[in-house]
């Protein structure tokens, strides 16, 4: 999902953990009670968690990029209004998610710095380009519905902080879903090139959008631990296969086709089958080298680096306003 | 580059409903009045809030989860602060 790249053995091991607090932490995560950040937890939890939530708050940020590109050529004023509500509220969760996260004892600096030297991976799905107006209804629908499915179990984990973070986004993220979709049902129900402009965004959404929920089960290394530490409640396959359930029969109603000739309802079980998902596109684009990496870290490293003298400036102010407060009760003592 | 860390604020804010302030998150912001500015857009979008507060993070004293049960079990046992532990006849009715 937004956090895919937690596919990767983790190399540090950590020193071996005193077995009563390791089981008084289950006993603990096992009756649904939450961990708050000052509670004993095991390294490997910690460390987990602190991928999990900066790779999600990462793909908040980078995620801006592909929609903001629209704000400016929206075709109305109501549209312009949804979509630039709809990209602030992606840096709110930015922020909610580093808050969370570094409660975990990283610092957002830090996290930021992870980012921009490319040590830190964000969802695949962001590195496709945004090349119509239609996008921004296929990202709305297919895009954040897609987070919606994986982030609901995510309001039930068991970290505090990062529960607590979901449950805000989740409230919020169900209007980018509409929005995207009345997009969708606006163009097409509209000309035959609208409709067309619909069709093919489909096209090009749907493949990358199954794939955000990460690998395969067959292939998924930490599904273990972070199903018995509560983190996660469902594996990958499950939850793309709900989206896949909920989701076709949305295109079918707004009269598109999916781009995989195998798709097929299976009579007995009423779920949805699709083809085999290319999971070589979805290493490259998660390794670097997808259509637009390079053109996303660009930009959030200018945006980042063009504003460091605000951030210094400001601290600067902040700094002689106390002193100056400071000198001025002296003054008066 | 490593840059000098932008101090942290904890957000309170009152609903309309006229509860207390309540915390929902935190803020990077170099002084009250951005920390203030920074809270408003980042937690009230959608007119959550009638008053914000900002409190430095490191003005913050927190009890440690290691002395939860010294703290808090001893009340545990102290049923007699509740007031069904008091029994007052059927017929004098609700009280």
């Known amino acids: 999902m937004y956090t895919q790249g937690l596919n990767v053995t983790d190399t540090g091991k950590p020193a071996a953990e005193d077995p009563a607090k390791l089981a008084r932490f289950q006993v603990k995560v096992?009756?649904?009670?939450?961990?708050?950040?000052?509670?004993?937890?095991?390294?490997?939890?910690?460390?987990?968690?602190?991928?999990?939530?900066?790779?999600?708050?990462?793909?908040e940020i980078i995620g801006m990029q592909p929609e903001g590109n629209w704000i400016t050529r929206a075709p109305s004023l109501r549209r312009k209004a949804g979509l630039l509500a709809k990209v602030q509220d992606e840096a709110g969760?930015?922020?909610?998610?580093?808050?969370?996260?570094?409660?975990?004892?990283?610092?957002?600096?830090?996290?930021?710095?992870?980012?921009?030297?490319?040590?830190?991976?964000?969802?695949?799905?962001?590195?496709?380009?945004?090349?119509?107006?239609?996008?921004?209804?296929?990202?709305?629908?297919?895009?954040?519905?897609?987070?919606?499915?994986?982030?609901?179990?995510?309001?039930?984990?068991?970290?505090?902080?990062?529960?607590?973070?979901?449950?805000?986004?989740?409230?919020?993220?169900?209007?980018?879903?509409?929005?995207?979709?009345e997009i969708m049902v606006t163009l097409s129900t509209g000309t035959p090139q609208q409709k067309a402009m619909a069709q093919d965004a489909l096209n090009r959404w749907w493949w990358p959008s199954l794939m955000m929920f990460g690998p395969s089960d067959k292939e998924s290394l930490h599904t273990a631990d972070t199903m018995q530490w509560k983190i996660k409640r469902f594996s990958n396959d499950d939850l793309r296969q709900?989206?896949?359930?909920?989701?076709?029969?949305?295109?079918?109603?707004?009269?598109?086709?999916?781009?995989?000739?195998?798709?097929?309802?299976d009579?007995?079980?009423?779920?949805?089958?699709?083809?085999?998902?290319?999971?070589?596109?979805?290493k490259r684009v998660l390794a670097g080298d997808g259509p637009c990496n390079r053109q996303r870290m660009k930009a959030k490293?200018?945006?980042h680096e063009d504003g460091a003298w605000v951030r210094e400036a400001a601290l600067a102010h902040a700094r002689k306003r106390a002193e100056r407060a400071a000198a001025a009760r002296m003054a008066a003592e | 580059m490593s840059e000098a860390p932008m101090p942290l604020w904890e957000v309170f804010i009152r609903n309309r409903?006229?509860?207390?302030?309540?915390?929902?998150?935190?803020?990077?912001?170099?002084?009250?009045?951005?920390?203030?500015?920074?809270?408003?857009?980042?937690?009230?979008?959608?007119?959550?809030?009638?008053?914000?507060?900002?409190?430095?993070?490191?003005?913050?004293?927190?009890?440690?989860?290691?002395?939860?049960?010294?703290?808090?079990?001893?009340?545990?046992?102290?049923?007699?602060?509740?007031?069904?532990?008091?029994?007052?006849?059927d017929d004098v009715g609700h009280m």
């Not at chain 1, 009670?33 to 708050?57: C, F, G």
């Not at chain 1, 909920?246 to 309802?265: M, S, W």
Request: hydrophobic letters at 35%; glycine letters at 6%.
């Open chain 1, 301 to 303: 490293t200018e945006a």
């Open chain 2, 17 to 89: 409903s006229g509860m207390p302030h309540k915390h929902c998150g935190s803020v990077h912001a170099p002084d009250a009045a951005i920390a203030l500015q920074a809270a408003r857009d980042v937690y009230t979008r959608r007119g959550e809030s009638v008053s914000v507060w900002v409190v430095p993070s490191s003005a913050i004293t927190a009890s440690d989860p290691a002395d939860k049960d010294e703290l808090f079990e001893p009340t545990g046992t102290k049923i007699y602060r509740h007031p069904t532990f008091y029994k007052v006849p």
């Open chain 1, 267 to 282: 009579e007995t079980t009423g779920h949805w089958h699709t083809g085999e998902i290319d999971w070589s596109e979805f």
């Open chain 1, 30 to 59: 096992d009756a649904e009670d939450k961990i708050e950040p000052n509670d004993w937890m095991p390294e490997a939890y910690r460390r987990t968690l602190v991928r999990q939530i900066s790779q999600h708050a990462h793909s």
């Open chain 1, 93 to 181: 969760h930015g922020l909610y998610l580093y808050a969370a996260a570094e409660t975990l004892g990283i610092s957002r600096e830090d996290m930021v710095e992870q980012l921009i030297a490319g040590k830190a991976k964000y969802s695949s799905i962001f590195n496709y380009p945004t090349l119509s107006w239609a996008d921004i209804g296929a990202i709305g629908w297919l895009v954040d519905g897609a987070a919606i499915m994986n982030q609901i179990p995510l309001c039930r984990c068991s970290f505090g902080p990062y529960a607590r973070a979901m449950i805000r986004i989740c409230k919020e993220e169900s209007f980018h879903q509409r929005q995207g979709y």
């Open chain 1, 242 to 265: 709900k989206f896949i359930d909920a989701t076709v029969p949305q295109g079918h109603h707004l009269g598109l086709t999916f781009p995989d000739p195998e798709l097929k309802r």
